[in-house]
């Protein structure tokens, strides 16, 4: 049995280094007798993190904005010009672009990711199927979970529902949606439940993505959730309608989310770019408020949604970037805030996910990141980039530290 002994690491706030031990892809307390090679890593100081977590992203949409033509800059525009692109999608490009995506997600610091993968008549099984390669290809450094949802609508679009039961039959662990596109929001939204009590499944749902504060469905959701005693078991992603929400109406509202265990994540980049278009002046942020939401008792993530495509034409798969960008727009400066800010792209998405053995304990699962930074906080304040990463126990990448040539 191998092990490794991690050296002179600083974990969390302790000033002083620390060494932990690995067996058998797990932290343990101490190695056991059975250990028959050992190796040695010296951080020589060196600050070490848990892997980050990636609660929302589209590897199947991908890197597709050279096929795309962005003019307005809008969600329908995006939707459009996706759906579009779409139609010429195949699984072996599904696979490539995902690839690239992921390559960069793993050199920045990802360990674990849940993906959204389109199903309906149109795209068929093109995209799930290269989905579900990427998934076994790359589960040497990345632990990927497959969301299946009705981007195009599924109450108004025959075949969907079907395509989405094959997907949990065959590999999928998350049920997701996309109200806004069908022809009857409230139904999808409850049919989607009947679905994923069915299959007993975890439910994602895409959520009020605009900034009128009319027709939200989030109520409903958090009604649904407790007539099927889903908490702990829903996420709504997007919800750019709460940062409309005056603060008299928003704190009632987190308060019902918490109490009926919906969790939300926001999406920073490709909101902020969608968001508000409309405004010439005093343009809104557009993000869902997650500092009050987490004051109200909500689990909340931030996380990366697209790279490349009409929906946000840029991203490296860095979420400590994703992080920052979230702090620097909500005014999040301090320690204790940008510290929060870590933990909805670690613990807190941890949480959301509802995975177990996460962190670094005796008994969590080795996945873990190293940074050259002063804290944890500063990770997320400076932008750092991790320097190696580890999936249980094995290194997954190395970064070689920048070098300044001084003139001599």
Request: net charge negative.
């Amino acid at each position: 049995m191998s092990a490794l002994i991690i050296d002179n690491a600083r974990v969390g706030h302790e000033p002083i280094p620390t060494s932990l031990y690995v067996e058998d892809g797990r932290f343990v307390e101490a190695l056991s007798r059975e250990v028959t090679a050992c190796e040695t890593l010296d951080l020589e100081g060196r600050l070490l993190l848990p892997g980050l977590i990636e609660t929302h992203i589209h590897l199947d949409k991908a890197c597709i904005m050279q096929r795309c033509r962005l003019q307005a800059g809008t969600l329908a525009e995006a939707v459009r010009q996706t759906s579009a692109a779409k139609a010429e999608f195949t699984e072996e490009d599904v696979y490539r672009r995902g690839a690239q995506v992921l390559d960069k997600a793993i050199l920045q610091g990802t360990t674990h990711m849940r993906t959204h993968v389109e199903l309906d008549p149109q795209i068929g099984l093109i995209g799930f199927n290269a989905i579900r390669r990427l998934q076994a290809d790359y589960a040497w450094a990345i632990t990927l979970d497959i969301c299946v949802f009705p981007q195009e609508g599924m109450l108004n679009n025959p075949g969907t529902e079907e395509l989405l039961r094959f997907g949990l039959e065959n590999g999928a662990t998350v049920l997701g949606g996309c109200p806004y596109t069908d022809s009857d929001p409230l139904g999808q939204i409850e049919r989607l439940f009947e679905l994923a009590v069915e299959y007993g499944c975890d439910l994602d749902l895409h959520l009020d993505f605009d900034l009128n504060p009319e027709g939200m469905t989030v109520a409903h959701v958090a009604r649904c959730t407790e007539q099927h005693d889903w908490g702990g078991r829903v996420t709504i992603g997007h919800v750019t309608k709460l940062s409309a929400l005056p603060r008299e109406t928003l704190i009632p509202l987190g308060i019902r989310l918490a109490e009926a265990g919906v969790q939300v994540t926001c999406l920073p980049s490709t909101d902020l770019f969608l968001m508000g278009r409309e405004h010439f002046h005093d343009k809104p942020r557009g993000l869902a408020p997650l500092a009050h939401l987490h004051a109200c008792g909500v689990t909340c993530s931030v996380s990366t949604n697209n790279i490349g495509n009409p929906f946000t034409p840029y991203g490296d798969a860095s979420l400590v970037r994703q992080a920052n960008l979230f702090a620097n727009v909500s005014q999040m400066g301090t320690e204790p805030e940008l510290l929060q800010c870590l933990a909805w792209v670690s613990s807190e998405s941890a949480r959301m996910l509802r995975l177990p053995d996460y962190g670094l304990t005796p008994g969590c699962h080795a996945d873990f990141i190293v940074f050259d930074a002063p804290s944890p906080a500063a990770v997320i304040g400076e932008i750092s980039m991790p320097l190696m990463g580890y999936k249980r126990g094995k290194r997954t990448f190395e970064r070689p530290q920048g070098r300044l040539l001084l003139p001599r």
